[in-house]
């Protein structure tokens, strides 16, 4: 079955910088990831996501870029900003499987 | 309602008691996700609903947990004989569509179990 690997599981940046959070996928047949945002104490929220069609997406300071060859997926964000300091999580899902398979998380730290 | 609501949002038990969490889904979702998040860590998944087909239950920890839906409404996840290691946020989801990857799930505010 699928499995996903997030990494980094921690990363701190300075404000204003760029941060970027990388997962890898194991089935190729992988078409759909998804990130999420958890602040802490809240319910994950969808940010972004992307289509095996596509190889990148923005929206404004956030951007996935998918690797399909490679089968890994990143989310950049730029001109960081304290209120992007969250839980980010990746995720993959197949067209013959309604089930997203998770990655274990990165705790996103904006230092002032 | 606006979003996927769930209750109790807090709830505190004695070892050895049974509980039950409410799950009610975005209205019109067909499909009904139940995760569990222990502090700090990770999403594990415990139990789908996809319509009227059979659930798929392949993350259930324990024969402990067990969880109904009627249609495509409200869900009910109910955990016997609770035990320390339960404590965690239990987290329902909802989507839009059945059967298709690329559908965007939305979470609720989750239950807080402590186990005392």
């Known amino acids: 079955g699928e499995n996903v690997e997030q990494h980094p599981s921690t990363l701190s940046v300075q404000e204003g910088d760029s941060a970027v959070i990388k997962c890898t996928y194991s089935d190729s047949a992988s078409n759909y990831f998804p990130w999420y945002k958890q602040e802490l104490g809240k319910r994950p929220q969808l940010i972004i996501d992307?289509?095996?069609n596509v190889g990148e997406k923005k929206d404004q300071r956030i951007a996935v870029t998918l690797n399909k060859t490679a089968k890994h997926f990143s989310l950049h964000i730029t001109e960081t900003q304290p209120e992007d300091s969250a839980v980010y999580f990746c995720a993959a899902s197949t067209g013959s499987n309604y089930q997203l398979i998770w990655g274990a998380g990165t705790k996103l730290i904006i230092k002032p | 309602g606006a979003g996927v609501s769930q209750s109790p949002s807090n709830k505190v038990t004695e070892k050895g008691k049974d509980v039950e969490l409410r799950c009610d889904p975005i209205?019109?979702?067909?499909?009904l996700y139940w995760y569990r998040q222990r502090l700090g860590q990770g999403l594990e998944f415990l139990i789908y609903?996809?319509?009227?087909?059979?659930?798929?239950k392949s993350g259930l920890p324990s024969d402990r947990f067990s969880a109904e839906r009627t249609g495509e409404s409200v869900s009910t996840l109910t955990i016997q004989r609770t035990q320390q290691e339960d404590s965690a946020v239990y987290l329902c989801?909802?989507?839009?569509?059945?059967?298709?990857?690329?559908?965007?799930?939305?979470f609720g505010e989750g239950s807080w179990l402590t186990v005392v």
């Open positions: 209205s019109g979702h067909t499909a």
């Open positions: 609903f996809q319509g009227n087909s059979a659930p798929d």
């Open positions: 989801a909802s989507s839009p569509r059945t059967g298709t990857s690329g559908n965007t799930i939305y």
């Open positions: 992307i289509r095996s």
